[in-house]
């Protein structure tokens, strides 16, 4: 991640006491409550790092017309992984959940990063 590691945008995450449960799924969403997380995370950096390895494995790289811009723009090139690991970076560090779409080719995979705390948990995790 490029040194971005010593950089944390907000402590917040910690004063909240949250950790992280991951999941990803493809088609519709469904509830997730009852299932067990694929990962556990225990900071902002991983995080960042449990996304930008789903878009990596998922994203379909190619380009599209940006209107506004009024240019074309690369989609799952690295400038935008970084930037993407960049802002998910930023979202964590406040404590927040990330809920987001990874088109691939033929499908769509959706990933959530839900922020939780010991007393939300309802398998057993904790921030320690």
């Not at 506004?68 to 993407?84: F, M």
């Not at 406040?94 to 309802?122: F, K, L, N």
Request: negative net charge; contains cysteine; proline residues 2%.
């Amino acid at each position: 991640m490029r040194g971005f590691e010593s950089f944390l945008p907000s402590d917040e995450w910690q004063a909240a006491g949250v950790h992280w449960h991951a999941f990803t799924e493809a088609g519709n969403r469904h509830t997730l409550r009852e299932r067990a997380p694929e990962a556990v995370l225990r900071s902002p950096w991983e995080v960042a790092r449990w996304i930008d390895a789903r878009t990596r494995e998922h994203v379909y790289k190619r380009e599209i017309w940006a209107l506004h811009e009024r240019l074309w723009v690369s989609i799952g090139d690295e400038d935008d992984l970084e930037h993407l690991r960049q802002e998910n970076y930023a979202i964590a560090s406040r404590g927040d959940s990330i809920h987001t779409d990874i088109y691939a080719e033929t499908e769509r995979r959706h990933v959530y990063v839900e922020a939780v705390t010991d007393a939300q948990c309802r398998h057993g995790c904790t921030t320690g």
